[in-house]
């Protein structure tokens, strides 16, 4: 049991590149999501799932696009990398939106 | 909207000291409150968490109580050790489920 896992671990892009950052889960957790983390700001949503087949935006979507083709997997995508994408990103995930979220070990991010 | 608010760090103690971090949080309705450790280099891991008024949730030493009447969840341990240096995140979930984290917190044990 792998639990949440992210790849890559890190990744520096040129501005205006585009990239996914990959994220699977083993646990047959329905509700999956994508946290941004930067200095003095803790984590923040950038989007979310229940189930797949459905996705929702979070509070920072700007940027981002995801999809959920299956239960186990929810990638992230940078259509075109900006400097101020530049973070840590978490992707976690839970039974349902009220229980307990597991999450990876993050991907961290430098944008050029 | 609902909004957690945690004390500023860095924390620093000496091994065996008393911690106390505060969180107070700002949301509509009862929501269930959280605790979360990032230790350096790792991910998020829950620590505690309470899902009620007055519930204490407790995990590895550390307690923190629901308390309504304040709107504060605040983290307490009798006494640190080194291995606690991390950050310690505060945490809401909105009506919705999704988590409202704090700042974060980064405490500092020295032996």
């Known amino acids: 049991n792998a639990g949440v896992t992210q790849t890559p671990k890190f990744q520096v892009l040129k501005t205006g590149q585009s990239m996914t950052l990959q994220c699977a889960q083993d646990?047959?957790?329905?509700?999956m999501s994508w946290y941004r983390q930067d200095p003095g700001m803790g984590l923040r949503l950038i989007h979310y799932?229940?189930?797949?087949?459905?996705?929702d935006q979070g509070e920072v979507p700007n940027g981002y696009n995801v999809s959920r083709s299956t239960t186990e997997d929810f990638p992230l995508r940078l259509l075109s990398a900006a400097p101020s994408q530049t973070s840590v990103y978490f992707c976690?995930?839970?039974?349902?939106?009220?229980?307990?979220?597991?999450f990876g070990p993050g991907t961290r991010l430098t944008v050029l | 909207g609902d909004s957690v608010t945690q004390m500023e760090g860095p924390v620093t103690l000496s091994e065996e000291a008393f911690l106390t971090i505060n969180c107070t949080y700002t949301?509509?309705?009862?929501?269930?409150l959280f605790w979360y450790v990032q230790y350096p280099g790792e991910g998020l891991q829950l620590l505690l968490k309470?899902?009620?008024?007055?519930d204490k949730g407790s995990n590895k030493g550390f307690e923190a109580t629901y308390r309504k009447e304040t709107t504060s969840f605040h983290l307490e341990k009798g006494s640190v050790q080194v291995s606690d240096s991390a950050v310690y995140f505060c945490?809401?979930?909105?009506?919705?489920?999704?988590?409202?984290f704090g700042q974060g917190t980064e405490l500092s044990v020295k032996p």
């Open positions: 799932s229940v189930g797949a087949g459905i996705t």
């Open positions: 976690a995930s839970a039974y349902g939106g009220k229980d307990t979220q597991y």
């Open positions: 646990m047959n957790h329905e509700y």
């Open positions: 309470a899902t009620k008024a007055d």
């Open positions: 945490a809401l979930s909105d009506p919705g489920g999704k988590l409202i």
């Open positions: 949301a509509t309705g009862y929501p269930s």
